[in-house]
């Protein structure tokens, strides 16, 4: 069964970096978008990007361009987020997601089929 | 950026009832829209994409329908597991996908 397994949370001071993972099994990680959404505590949803595991081509939303950097180790399965300068509003919970792809008609759909667990990120000094 | 709205906010529905839950894009996403249901402390499960085809094992009671800029989610028949926080997204405006603010459905 598909599974996406996320990091430990993690705590950062303001300025700092932190580089979140998540780990796929069950499916050809080359075959699917890997992308990433964060949701700060009680709010909604934010996408921040995609990689494409094959090629390791990426797309990072406007809002973290220049602070975002999206990677993967197709050895390990495991895609990687990162996130620099790191800010207090950058508290959330980080979701790695898997982009749709259909088998049959060879189509890729820009929302989400399996979602990892989360990794809770803290940003306090 | 397109932006989502949801309304209403919260939905306050007794077991069994039916709950309509609206979606409006700021212009239009023609069907590229999908619904997620996110549970407290779970991460969010597709259920809609398409407008109006449901995920791989999503019950029957979840319909969505609309194009355009206007879209709704019913549940026909509201399950004790069905209260939670529902979430439209558009992704028709590529690479800019967007989520609405989200619509919590919460037993009266």
């Known amino acids: 069964q598909v599974q996406l397994v996320q990091s430990g949370a993690e705590v950062k001071k303001p300025g700092a970096s932190v580089k979140v993972s998540c780990k796929a099994s069950g499916y050809t990680f080359t075959g699917y978008y890997m992308h990433w959404v964060r949701q700060a505590p009680g709010q909604g949803l934010e996408w921040m990007g995609w990689i494409n595991p094959n090629s390791g081509g990426t797309n990072y939303a406007q809002k973290f361009q220049g602070r975002v950097t999206m990677t993967r180790d197709t050895s390990i399965s495991t895609a990687y987020m990162e996130l620099s300068r790191l800010r207090s509003d950058d508290t959330a919970v980080y979701y790695c997601?898997?982009?749709?792809?259909?088998?049959?008609?060879?189509?890729?759909?820009?929302?989400?089929?399996?979602w990892g667990q989360g990794t809770l990120v803290t940003v306090s000094s | 950026e397109i932006v989502m709205t949801q309304s209403p906010a919260t939905l306050s529905v007794s077991p069994g009832e039916r709950a309509t839950l609206s979606c409006r894009a700021s212009q239009s996403v023609s069907s590229n829209l999908a619904w997620y249901q996110q549970k407290p402390g779970q991460a969010p499960r597709l259920l809609i994409y398409?407008?109006?085809t449901r995920a791989t094992g999503i019950p029957a009671r979840f319909s969505g329908s609309g194009s355009g800029t206007e879209f709704t989610l019913t549940i026909s028949s509201l399950q004790s597991e069905d209260f939670a926080v529902y979430y439209c997204?558009?992704?028709?405006?590529?690479?800019?996908?967007?989520f609405g603010g989200g619509t919590k459905v919460e037993i009266k």
């Open positions: 997601a898997r982009g749709y792809y259909d088998i049959l008609t060879g189509y890729y759909g820009n929302y989400f089929d399996y």
């Open positions: 997204q558009q992704y028709n405006n590529w690479p800019a996908l967007t």
């Open positions: 398409g407008a109006s």
